[in-house]
C-alpha cells in the first residue's frame, strides 16, 4: 500500500530535531509499490529515509522523501549452525535485535539500541561494541530509483567497510532497499572485547546475548543522549584513519591519544580529540557537544541544520589545527 502526504512536517523523521518539511512524503510497503512508484518521480528530486538518525537537513526537501514500512521477518534456512532470516526494511532496528536474541539467533547482541531502522543497518553498516552489521549479512535487496528493476546485492558486492557500504559509495542515492539477509549463528560466539561487557554480564548471572543486550543498553542509556529528549545523530564525525608514522608522531606530543590499529592504518578517536580541543566548554545558545560525549553534536533546541554545520566547521578547524588531522562528518547531510 501506498501512502502520499503533501507538504509533511520532518520534525519527528530527524532525531537532530530539525523542523523541516518534505514537499511529498511517500510511504510503501512492498517492493512491488517501489517499483510502481519510481517511474512517477521522474525528474523529482527524491530522498530515501529510514528512522532519520542520521541525517541532518539543512533546508525543506523540495522533492519526494520516501520511507519503508515493509515489515516481516522470513526465516529462509535454518539448521544447527546458522539461520538465515530475511528482514523488511522498515523494521525498527531494535526490534528486530530484541526479536533476535529472544529466538536465540546470536550475532546482533552488541547492536542493540542503535536507532533507525533494518534497511539503514546495510546502508551505513552500524556498528558497536566490536561488532558490525555488515559481519552478519549475507544480501541485500533493492529496487533501483532508475528504471524500478530489482536486485540483489551479496555480501561481497556491499564491500561494507567502517560505517561504509557500496550504498554510500557508487550506488548512492541510486536504490530503495527493500529487505535485507541476515545470516546469524545459532552456536554463539560472543564478541566481549570492548568496554566491560563480560563483567557486567557477569555480574548479571553469565555472558549470554540477552546479558550482552541489557548491558549494552544500560551502558547507552547511560552514556548517549536519549534523541526523544535531545536531538543528535550521536556519532557526528568519523574517527579518523591516519598512516602509522602520524600516529606515532601524535603518540609523543600526546601520550593518552587513544588509538586503535586497523588493517588500513590507525584509528584515532575523534571524540578525544574534540575534547582536548576544548569544546565540552564551548556551546552556544543552539549548539554544543554532549557533556559526556564530545563527538556527539547536539540540537539544544531550535537549532538549523545551517547552525549545527557552523558549529560542526569549527570543529572541524579547531581538531585539523592542534592534532593536523582532518575529521569529516559521519552524519548524511541533506543540502
Ligand atoms: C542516539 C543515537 C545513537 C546511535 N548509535 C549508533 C551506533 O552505535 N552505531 C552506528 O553505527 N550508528 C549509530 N547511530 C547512527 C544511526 O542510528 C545509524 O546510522 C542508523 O543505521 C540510521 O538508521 P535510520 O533508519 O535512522 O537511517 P536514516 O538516518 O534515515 O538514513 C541513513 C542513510 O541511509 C539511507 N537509507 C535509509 N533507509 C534506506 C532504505 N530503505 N533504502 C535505501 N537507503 C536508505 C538514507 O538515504 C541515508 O543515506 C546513532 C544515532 C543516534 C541518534
Same mark, same amino acid.
Given at each position: 500500500?501506498?501512502?502520499?502526504?503533501?507538504?509533511?512536517?520532518?520534525?519527528?523523521?530527524?532525531?537532530?530535531?530539525?523542523?523541516?518539511?518534505?514537499?511529498?512524503?511517500?510511504?510503501?510497503?512492498?517492493?512491488?509499490?517501489?517499483?510502481?512508484?519510481?517511474?512517477?518521480?521522474?525528474?523529482?528530486?527524491?530522498?530515501?529515509?529510514?528512522?532519520?538518525?542520521?541525517?541532518?537537513?539543512?533546508?525543506?526537501?523540495?522533492?519526494?522523501?520516501?520511507?519503508?514500512?515493509?515489515?516481516?521477518?522470513?526465516?529462509?534456512?535454518?539448521?544447527?549452525?546458522?539461520?538465515?532470516?530475511?528482514?523488511?526494511?522498515?523494521?525498527?532496528?531494535?526490534?528486530?535485535?530484541?526479536?533476535?536474541?529472544?529466538?536465540?539467533?546470536?550475532?546482533?547482541?552488541?547492536?542493540? *539500541? !542503535?536507532? +533507525?531502522?533494518?534497511?539503514?543497518?546495510?546502508?551505513?553498516? $552500524?556498528? &558497536?561494541?566490536?561488532?558490525? =552489521?555488515?559481519?552478519?549479512?549475507?544480501?541485500?535487496?533493492?529496487?533501483?530509483?532508475?528504471?524500478?528493476?530489482?536486485?540483489?546485492?551479496?555480501?561481497?558486492?556491499?564491500?561494507?567497510?567502517?560505517?561504509?557500504?557500496?550504498?554510500?559509495?557508487?550506488?548512492?542515492?541510486?536504490?530503495?532497499?527493500?529487505?535485507?539477509?541476515?545470516?546469524?549463528?545459532?552456536?554463539?560466539?560472543?564478541?566481549?572485547?570492548?568496554?566491560?561487557?563480560?563483567?557486567?554480564?557477569?555480574?548479571?548471572?553469565?555472558?549470554?546475548?540477552?546479558?550482552?543486550?541489557?548491558?549494552?543498553?544500560?551502558?547507552?542509556?547511560?552514556?548517549?543522549?536519549?534523541? *526523544? !529528549?535531545? +536531538?543528535?545523530?550521536?556519532?557526528?564525525?568519523?574517527?579518523? $584513519?591516519? &598512516?602509522?608514522?602520524?600516529? =606515532?608522531?601524535?603518540?609523543?606530543?600526546?601520550?593518552?591519544?587513544?588509538?586503535?590499529?586497523?588493517?588500513?592504518?590507525?584509528?584515532?578517536?575523534?571524540?578525544?580529540?574534540?575534547?582536548?580541543?576544548?569544546?565540552?566548554?564551548?556551546?552556544?545558545?543552539?549548539?554544543?557537544?554532549?557533556?559526556?560525549?564530545?563527538?556527539?553534536?547536539?540540537?539544544?533546541?531550535?537549532?538549523?541544520?545551517?547552525?549545527?554545520?557552523?558549529?560542526?566547521?569549527?570543529?572541524?578547524?579547531?581538531?585539523?589545527?592542534?592534532?593536523?588531522?582532518?575529521?569529516?562528518?559521519?552524519?548524511?547531510?541533506?543540502?
Amino acid at each position: 500500500m501506498i501512502k502520499h502526504f503533501s507538504s509533511y512536517p520532518l520534525l519527528q523523521h530527524n532525531t537532530f530535531g530539525i523542523n523541516v518539511k518534505a514537499a511529498h512524503f511517500v510511504e510503501f510497503t512492498s517492493a512491488d509499490d517501489v517499483r510502481d512508484i519510481v517511474p512517477r518521480l521522474g525528474e523529482i528530486r527524491h530522498l530515501v529515509i529510514g528512522g532519520g538518525s542520521n541525517l541532518l537537513f539543512m533546508n525543506d526537501f523540495d522533492g519526494v522523501v520516501l520511507h519503508s514500512a515493509i515489515k516481516g521477518i522470513e526465516v529462509l534456512h535454518e539448521d544447527e549452525n546458522y539461520v538465515k532470516v530475511r528482514v523488511g526494511s522498515g523494521i525498527n532496528w531494535d526490534e528486530f535485535v530484541a526479536y533476535t536474541v529472544e529466538q536465540g539467533w546470536q550475532g546482533l547482541e552488541n547492536l542493540s *539500541a !542503535i536507532p +533507525g531502522e533494518v534497511g539503514a543497518s546495510a546502508v551505513q553498516n $552500524v556498528g &558497536a561494541y566490536g561488532v558490525e =552489521a555488515g559481519d552478519f549479512i549475507e544480501s541485500v535487496e533493492t529496487v533501483s530509483l532508475i528504471d524500478g528493476t530489482a536486485h540483489l546485492f551479496t555480501k561481497k558486492q556491499c564491500a561494507f567497510a567502517y560505517r561504509n557500504s557500496i550504498f554510500k559509495q557508487s550506488e548512492k542515492g541510486k536504490n530503495v532497499v527493500t529487505y535485507v539477509v541476515y545470516k546469524l549463528n545459532r552456536t554463539p560466539r560472543y564478541v566481549l572485547t570492548y568496554g566491560n561487557l563480560r563483567e557486567q554480564c557477569e555480574a548479571m548471572g553469565g555472558v549470554n546475548a540477552a546479558n550482552i543486550r541489557a548491558a549494552v543498553c544500560a551502558t547507552r542509556a547511560n552514556k548517549l543522549p536519549d534523541p *526523544a !529528549i535531545i +536531538g543528535s545523530a550521536v556519532s557526528f564525525f568519523m574517527n579518523p $584513519v591516519v &598512516a602509522a608514522d602520524k600516529a =606515532a608522531q601524535l603518540k609523543e606530543l600526546y601520550p593518552s591519544i587513544p588509538t586503535y590499529p586497523t588493517v588500513t592504518g590507525v584509528k584515532l578517536s575523534v571524540g578525544w580529540m574534540i575534547e582536548q580541543c576544548g569544546w565540552k566548554q564551548r556551546s552556544n545558545s543552539t549548539v554544543g557537544v554532549y557533556p559526556k560525549q564530545a563527538l556527539v553534536v547536539v540540537n539544544l533546541g531550535g537549532a538549523t541544520g545551517e547552525d549545527i554545520m557552523q558549529y560542526a566547521a569549527m570543529i572541524q578547524k579547531s581538531v585539523a589545527e592542534k592534532f593536523g588531522v582532518s575529521i569529516f562528518p559521519e552524519v548524511n547531510v541533506i543540502e
